[in-house]
């Protein structure tokens, strides 16, 4: 018995998982922090009243990572439902990993620290386990741009991250030309660049060139075209090579789309409020796709952002 149980403590400490553990395996950034390599997406002005209960459906699924942003105006019920898990003991807050960011007109550099503590209030947390700038576009609180170097706001993520308010520090929808601008100007490497990546927009150039920098990348809007998103966008959810692919396996198509992400060693944030689509987004750690089948899917980019 005793051995049985140390062959389980085991297993569980090479999966990086303990206790009542995480679906999703960890990663360690270049901090030496660890984040749990799917997220719970949460953005949708619509859905702001269901992401309570959202965040208590992903905790008994079995996520571990949830990403927010100022901008999704949604932090406060969120930090209900964190509230919620934490008070029926299904997790500790250090079994928890929460993304927050800063948004396009917050970029001078003494508002990022008030920004965060604004989050942090609203989340009801002392910490986040991950700041990102939003954009490097700088915005006025009327939307027109800003002239304000995102160097000088990533000197105040930079104080962020010192203060403790925040674990590690990254960016989102930087390209290379932007973080190695970064690199050569600061003290910290970001993290972690959470950017656009799905069948339709691989981005394996970005992807490489921040892989070679050592930043983990954050995949958002994973489904791409294979959920319901505007009109006759192809491949989507009936393309046969998607479809036969996932008759192998005995998933769905959506499910191999986060395969695939999580196959080119990325970190997929799939968004839903529903329970049962919740729970089947982080039911894709039993298995992995060829090489060929990646390189299938790989091949149907079109470079087409869902965004522009
Ligand atoms: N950094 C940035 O600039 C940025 C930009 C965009 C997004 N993000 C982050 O990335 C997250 C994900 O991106 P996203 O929300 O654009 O798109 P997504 O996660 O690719 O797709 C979400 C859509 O798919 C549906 N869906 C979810 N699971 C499904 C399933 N298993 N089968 C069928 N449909 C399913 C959802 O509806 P239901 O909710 O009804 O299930 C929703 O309509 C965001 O929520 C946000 O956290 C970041
Ligand atoms: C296929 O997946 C479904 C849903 O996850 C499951 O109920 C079923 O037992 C699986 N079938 C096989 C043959 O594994
Ligand atoms: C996507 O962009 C890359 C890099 O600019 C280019 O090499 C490739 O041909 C493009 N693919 C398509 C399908 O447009």
């Known amino acids: 018995m005793k051995l049985f149980l140390s062959a389980v403590a085991i297993f569980a400490l090479f999966n990086g998982i303990s206790g009542l553990a995480g679906k999703a395996p960890t990663k360690v950034l270049n901090d030496g922090n660890k984040i749990p390599t799917l997220a719970l997406g949460t953005f949708g002005f619509e859905d702001i009243p269901k992401m309570r209960s959202a965040v208590n459906y992903a905790i008994e699924a079995g996520y571990r990572h949830i990403d927010t942003a100022a901008l999704y105006d949604n932090e406060q ?55 990102l700038i939003h954009s490097p576009e700088a915005m006025n609180e009327d939307g027109s741009p800003a002239n304000i170097d995102y160097l000088d706001t990533w000197k105040g993520m930079e104080e962020a991250k010192q203060l403790g308010l925040t674990k590690s520090i990254g960016v989102s929808n930087f390209n290379t030309e932007q973080i190695d601008r970064i690199k050569a100007n600061s003290k910290t490497v970001p993290a972690v660049n959470q950017i656009e990546i799905h069948p339709s927009n691989t981005q394996e150039k970005l992807v490489a060139d921040c892989f070679a920098r050592n930043i983990a990348v954050m995949a958002y809007s994973p489904f791409g075209f294979f959920v319901k998103r505007g009109e006759g966008n192809k491949p989507g959810n009936d393309d046969p090579r998607m ?10 198509v959506t499910q191999i789309v986060l395969r695939y992400l999580l196959d080119r060693d990325l970190i997929p944030i799939p968004k839903s409020t529903n329970q049962a689509r919740i729970q089947q987004n982080i039911d894709v750690f ?23």
């Open 286 to 308: 039993d298995f992995h796709l060829t090489p060929q089948e990646i390189a299938t899917i790989s091949s149907f980019n079109k470079n087409t952002s869902i965004f522009s």
């Open 243 to 252: 479809v036969s692919i996932a008759k192998k396996y005995n998933k769905s």
């Open 77 to 131: 019920e969120i930090g209900k439902g964190i509230s919620d898990v934490l008070k029926k003991g299904l997790v500790k807050r250090e079994e928890l990993f929460v993304t927050t960011k800063l948004w396009n007109d917050k970029h001078a550099r003494d508002q990022v620290v008030l920004a965060l503590r604004e989050s942090l209030a609203k989340l009801g947390l002392d910490y986040v386990d991950l700041y």
